[in-house]
């Protein structure tokens, strides 16, 4: 098995990436990460704040149930039309410590539509008040409840922490000798907490979302009682036999970027099918970003995605 590495992003940045770097800088995004004390403040907000909820746009085309699972909120989105082709388990980023955005809920709105797909998406626990084997088994209850109803997933999608997730959630089944999907598409992984990885120094002059000081602290608190580097919490260490055909999407202004990269190097290594798309000069998450890019790359994600529907 190989990985195929493909740059999705133009020679030249849109004007609409290039502006969206602008008020990145102007709105000191990065402050929320750049230091403990930031990851702190960010948290704080976060909880006033609430997890979004889903926009208009995604309520015109979908049934939405909401349900209690093992303590957690869990979305079923169903196409209004009632015909699905596919069941996905989408599970978003933030860090472990942040909820669900609008930004999130809009990427959803395009899955649904382009993969005429079931979307289970569940609200997990957040760090600090959960940590990484709670917050697996909450994810791990929503999904078992869906495979009842469902059979089976098709395909695990996760951005950042959802990405790591998405991992953690595959060592779970295989161990459990239970079925994983056939697909699983890690959007900017964040697939290690110790932020060891030295090439993350010169990165993060350029990363514009993340600092690796308060994304090191909230992999401390989502950790818990595990060490950083064990496998669940940080999936770059993970043995990936067995694991499902695998798509990553790696921004080139990342500091998760370098062991997103690694992890896929592994896949290949453990014999997993893995293709890799680097968005050049693009930051953390670009693909569920409102940017032209991200149209690039959800075009490149739909035809993998429907490659055993054809």
Aim: glycine share 6%.
């Amino acid at each position: 098995m190989t990985a195929r590495n493909t740059h999705t992003a133009p020679k030249r940045l849109s004007l609409r990436a290039q502006a969206l770097k602008i008020l990145l800088r102007l709105m000191r995004r990065k402050k929320i990460w750049a230091s403990v004390a930031g990851m702190e403040e960010g948290i704080r907000q976060a909880r006033q704040e609430g997890p979004a909820r889903p926009g208009s746009s995604l309520l015109r085309h979908a049934e939405l149930r909401t349900e209690i699972i093992a303590g957690s909120e869990v979305y079923t989105l169903v196409p209004r039309d009632g015909v699905s082709a596919q069941t996905i388990l989408y599970i978003h980023g933030g860090g472990y410590i942040r909820p669900i955005t609008k930004y999130h809920w809009e990427f959803l709105t395009w899955l649904l539509q382009a993969q005429q797909a079931t979307i289970v998406v569940p609200l997990y626990p957040l760090a600090p008040e959960s940590t990484c084997q709670a917050t697996v088994r909450a994810v791990r209850s929503a999904h078992d409840l869906a495979v009842q109803r469902h059979e089976r997933f098709d395909a695990f999608i996760g951005d950042s922490a959802g990405a790591g997730l998405c991992l953690a959630l595959c060592q779970d089944l295989r161990n459990s000798a239970l079925e994983l999907p056939r697909r699983m598409v890690l959007i900017s992984p964040f697939v290690d907490v110790t932020l060891s990885n030295p090439a993350i120094i010169e990165t993060d002059k350029r990363d514009l979302m993340l600092g690796p000081a308060g994304a090191r602290e909230a992999g401390r608190l989502y950790a818990g009682e595990l060490p950083l580097d064990h496998p669940m919490v940080s999936p770059v260490y993970a043995d990936l036999r067995g694991f499902p055909t695998m798509q990553v999407f790696v921004a080139s202004d990342d500091i998760a970027g370098h062991d997103a990269l690694i992890l896929a190097e592994r896949a290949r290594e453990a014999a997993v099918e893995t293709e890799v798309h680097i968005g050049s000069g693009l930051m953390h998450v670009w693909p569920i970003l409102p940017i032209p890019e991200a149209s690039i790359s959800r075009a490149a994600m739909s035809e993998f995605l429907q490659k055993d529907h054809l």
